[in-house]
């Protein structure tokens, strides 16, 4: 053997005192800072989530749900009226309905149409003859108010099957509703109980409880649960192509990994928000309490990524995991409707800048319970035999 070998290591020395002295798997001191003072940047753990986060390019559903989420956010205006006709067609002007009226009772009829927009009614000297205008085309849903033991029975003639059916429908049930809250009232000497009285009405906008109650949470909610699917999925591939082995070779520990990993997917969900939100106010629709939503989403972000990975690392199947995650969430989401306040009704409190103190009270809650959980997880994680997986 030539004499330019190195020679062999001392019993109990390690490998990273060999070579040229660079650190190893047991971290020997260098000329720069120690492992103590490296810098936030050069953390593994943020070397796993920048890792996990550049990988999300290649997931094609992922790039799909979040074009889908941008779409929805920035064609809100458009998307709040189209969707709001599709449960409240009576909120779109779509020109006048005119109904024709015929009957005993024809003169409570025409007095609620009198009040409604949209609506004109032509009265006919007879049920026949309100029949005959409809069938010549000449209205476009006939009403015949008769008596029936002392009450108005209205019989509705209606189209079906045609565009303008939906608006029709929608109309002529308004017009009926206020014939029955005015003879409701006419009649209350003869009821047993006094009825309750109304609130003034309010020229509110009809696209204002859709938006605020469907539209923002929807954009806020999707968010966490994407992140908490990705999450598992991040996890038990590892697991199952056999990479976690090669990251433990780093060095890293279990805990570092689902750390990593945890972070990625907790930080996209508030960055989506932000950009939503943004997108949102450029469309004129304004969100109030921007820091505590965000502390909600977070809050929930963390919650639903931290089930993921423990499921991860608890069953070590991408399959199984993703089942009970799906199961759980889905029955936790559905248990907080029983809270004093449901997370979806948090959010649209604090957008519409009218929190109580429950509203509060429950934000503190979602930020507490994320802490303990999380915290959970990592000693689970810390337990868990890394072989094992």
Do not use: C
């Not at 015929?102 to 029949?131: F, I, K, M, N, W």
């Not at 009403?143 to 929608?170: F, K, Q």
């Amino acid at each position: 053997m030539s004499g330019d070998s190195s020679p062999a290591p001392q019993p109990g020395s390690s490998a990273a005192e060999s070579g040229d002295g660079s650190n190893g798997a047991t971290g020997g001191p260098s000329d720069g800072d120690g492992p103590s003072e490296r810098s936030l940047l050069s953390d593994p753990r943020l070397t796993i989530a920048k890792r996990d986060l550049a990988s999300l390019r290649s997931e094609k559903t992922i790039v799909l749900a979040l074009l889908i989420q941008l779409f929805v956010a920035a064609f809100s205006s458009f998307l709040v009226v189209g969707l709001t006709s599709l449960y409240s067609p009576g909120s779109v002007s779509a020109g006048e309905v005119v109904v024709g009226v015929g009957g005993e009772h024809d003169d409570a009829l025409v007095r609620a149409a009198e009040d409604q927009q949209g609506v004109r009614t032509v009265l006919y000297p007879s049920p026949e003859a309100a029949r005959e205008a409809y069938h010549d085309g000449d209205v476009h849903a006939t009403l015949l108010a008769g008596d029936s033991d002392g009450r108005i029975a209205v019989e509705v003639i209606a189209p079906t099957g045609s565009i303008e059916t939906t608006l029709i429908v929608d109309q002529v049930r308004t017009l009926l509703e206020a014939v029955e809250r005015t003879e409701r009232i006419a009649r209350s000497d003869h009821l047993d109980n006094t009825p309750v009285p109304l609130p003034d009405e309010v020229n509110a906008s009809p696209y204002f409880g859709f938006t605020y109650t469907v539209l923002v949470p929807l954009l806020l909610f999707l968010p966490p649960f994407i992140s908490g699917s990705v999450a598992v999925d991040a996890l038990t591939e590892e697991i199952e192509r056999g990479t976690l082995e090669l990251l433990r070779v780093a060095p890293l520990s279990l805990v570092d990994i689902v750390d990593g990993k945890a972070l990625a997917m907790i930080l996209i969900a508030p960055t989506q928000a932000v950009l939503w939100i943004a997108l949102l106010s450029t469309n004129g629709i304004g969100v109030a309490n921007v820091p505590q939503i965000l502390l909600v989403v977070t809050a929930l972000t963390t919650l639903v990524v931290t089930l993921g990975l423990a499921l991860g690392v608890l069953t070590a199947k991408r399959r199984q995991a993703q089942l009970l995650y799906s199961v759980l969430v889905i029955f936790g989401f559905g248990a907080l409707t029983f809270a004093p306040e449901h997370p979806a009704t948090t959010v649209a409190k604090l957008a519409v800048d009218s929190p109580t103190t429950a509203t509060t009270l429950h934000v503190a809650a979602y930020a507490v319970a994320a802490v303990v959980l999380f915290v959970g997880a990592r000693r689970l994680v810390a337990r868990t035999d890394p072989e094992g997986l």
